[in-house]
């Protein structure tokens, strides 16, 4: 199996504050994770790759001093969203890529509810 | 830049009644396909990767084709709890380990 769990499932902050979410793979190891962001009714969004040992790489538009991303080992990575506000609230999914073969498959993890009041 | 274009973006189906999901592609350097079913406030499920043109493989009532623009899932006989959305990503060649993914198709079957 390939099983990714995120924590925690949902989140209520207040604005300013900081929010830390972790991804963890339970049963392999990932050398690179995913994080994503999701609007309702809209497909992912990928933010950003972070690859084990090294500096996130953030797509366009994505500001990395506010989401810092922190890969210390080959099964966590996590995601801190800092000095949240309203406009951060959203569905966070983070993947890790298992590779077996010459194939890498994303394995997602349940995803994180954050709500910035 | 590689694309992913799904269709139909919403599909209603009797239970029981067989249809296909169609998910577009133009990419440089296919090396995967891949097939995702996420339900609502959940994260993707993984179902399949196609690798090459021809290549089929199935899961239960689900099957997935590829061709060299296409890939099908096809759903045979479905049931209510097929209902989610069905997430369509490609990885080509010039991504490291990147997905695109299409903008889904939302199935509900009704019982």
Known sequence: ?117 | EDQVTQSPEALRLQEGESSSLNCSYTVSGLRGLFWYRQDPGKGPEFLFTLYSAGEEKEKERLKATLTKKESFLHITAPKPEDSATYLCAVHGSGSARQLTFGSGTQLTVLP
């Open chain 1, 1 to 117: 199996g390939a099983v990714v769990s995120q924590h925690p499932s949902r989140v209520i902050c207040k604005s300013g504050t900081s929010v830390k979410i972790e991804c963890r793979s339970l049963d392999f190891q990932a050398t690179t994770m995913f994080w994503y962001r999701q609007f309702p009714k809209q497909s992912l969004m990928l933010m950003a790759t972070s690859n084990e040992g090294s500096k996130a790489t953030y797509e366009q538009g994505v500001e990395k001093d506010k989401f810092l991303i922190n890969h210390a080992s080959l099964t966590l990575s996590t995601l801190t969203v800092t000095s949240a506000h309203p406009e951060d609230s959203s569905f966070y999914i983070c993947s890790a890529s298992k590779t077996s073969g010459s194939t890498d498959t994303q394995y997602f993890g349940p995803g994180t509810r954050l709500t910035v009041l």
